[in-house]
């Protein structure tokens, strides 16, 4: 058995699996699509021995430069306030020793920057190995997260230091490559359309360990820089940051959601985007101390606020959930099938027409989708069925009765790990026969298309059936306004009858109704998140009614 593989069967990644197969195979599906990307924070340097943000004033306040322990005795102030005391220190100290020489303004604001940041750095990696081998040797899982960092379009890290392009070099340089491994970008404006491959993005500003290499012209250090990165960031100037964390799943790792102007993206994408979630790594140092209460709260905040989903992991769990996510899909698949009941996970939205069900679906693009139909719809379905000829209607269910067998041809070929929301399943065609001894025959129908020729073991996909109730007159106007011909009685009466068709699947779990009355498009999208993310998956065997449905037809 190869290393990768013994990794991927530890205990730990059993563990995760067991605990969050849904987030695994969702960041699993993204990383293949090249829409999945790290963001890491300082916690990720407590192995290498970093300083903590507030020994690292320390070690600035002691600086021979500066000798400002008194600011440092102080208590109760800002971390951020302190940082830019000790600037505000260190600049006052400056001009004092320049007041003789004849430099111009711009010139001796360029060396104060360059001596901060050159006090910042050597506080920075005090103490810290020149060598990479010995800098990580207590690392628990960053090179686990390698593979991720060089497939990905682009890795965030408000962290000052190199430490991932130093483990990028060290990458490359092992496997042979004539390429350092990375680009480091820095930049609050920057375009990011970079290729994948070990781009890392410092929003915050970048120190290299080496002094020939560049540092980043500006750094997020003291209280006012803070300032303006909020403000620039509510400008638009992170727009492209923004724009990242709108189009791309990411787990964030080592932070602590402190940072304003990172929580202000978070909230700004989960209000323009209310399907699209993020992952929030909960650092566990000890898994039997937890305060599970406490866990459950902090979770719903993020999952509210944020559009965060918490996975609370030890070290060991971090390195784990790397491997989950970057194993090949043919030894995950063995692996899964060993652990979990299931890791595929399907979500039919269904509901009457303007129920709301495509807006709710095109909310969830970060998923394997499937819209209402594959083709252009056939003529007449915009008519009610009472106003359909004979002919007209034959043709409309023979129509649905191919589409319904594409749909769930494109669910047997994407079978494969990942979340998969699907606008309307297959048993929505009874809703739309009005006569209902006609059930039995559409039943048939509809089975004889999935079961073509010789393929007549095929089945139905099963999966969890979310419907969406809403109140009839509203789902009139919005038929109205679709050019819908229909009316707010015929839309109950199709509401009621699927109903009563998906309340009879079994298990009876298997179906979630949400109440989509008086809510917005965005607070739908969220209970139905809720939904796919929180709740226990449960598949409802949509196949076996149908068959029911062929042999008894319209039951009251």
Known sequence: MSNNNTALR???????????????VHMRQQFARNQFGLVFGAGIGLDFKFPSWIALLERIAKHKDIQANQLIAGTGVNSTTLAQQLFQYYKAKCDVDTSTDHKTSKMREMELRA?????????????LPDNINELVRDDKY???LLPIIKK?????????????????????KKNGERTRGYRTLWSGNVQLNARPGGVIYHPNGFLPHEERERPSDHMVFAEDAFADQLIDSM???????????????????????????????????AIHFPGHFHYFVRFVRDAAKRDVACDNADAAANFNVYNLNTLFLTADEISALATLISADEKDFSAFAQEIVQHWSFRFFVVGSVAAGKSTTVGNFRSMLTQDEWTEQRAPNMEKAPDLLTDDQKNEIDRWVADQVNQKNLNLMNTAYSGIHVIDRAPLDAFAFTLDKTEWPAK??????????GLATDRRLVPGHVV??????????????SLHKNTTEEKLQ?????????YKKLKPAIGLTIVNAFQKTPSEVVKEVARVIFNNKYEEADMHQLLLSIEEKGYEA
């Not at 724009?243 to 102007?261: A, E, K, M, R, V």
């Not at 419907?467 to 109205?480: C, P, Q, S, T, Y």
């Not at 009466?493 to 068709?501: A, C, K, P």
């Open 493 to 501: 009466t199709q509401q009621d009858e699927l109903l009563h068709v």
């Open 443 to 452: 039943a048939k129908l509809l089975r004889e298309a999935i079961t073509p």
């Open 467 to 480: 419907f969406l109730k809403n109140h009839a007159g509203v789902m009139a106007e919005r038929a109205i």
């Open 152 to 172: 990905s379009p682009l890795t965030v890290t408000y962290n000052f230091d190199d430490t991932l392009q130093r483990l990028l070099l060290q990458e490359s």
């Open 235 to 269: 400008a638009g100037r992170y727009a492209s940051l923004a724009t990242h964390f709108s189009q791309t799943t990411c787990l964030l790792i080592g932070l602590s959601l402190q940072d304003p102007t990172l929580k202000h993206l978070l909230r700004q994408s």
């Open 10 to 24: 530890s205990d730990a990644s059993k563990s995760v699996l067991q605990r969050y197969a849904k987030a695994v």
């Open 142 to 144: 960053l090179k686990s």
């Open 115 to 127: 001596g901060w940041r050159k006090i910042v750095r050597e506080c920075l990696y005090k103490d």
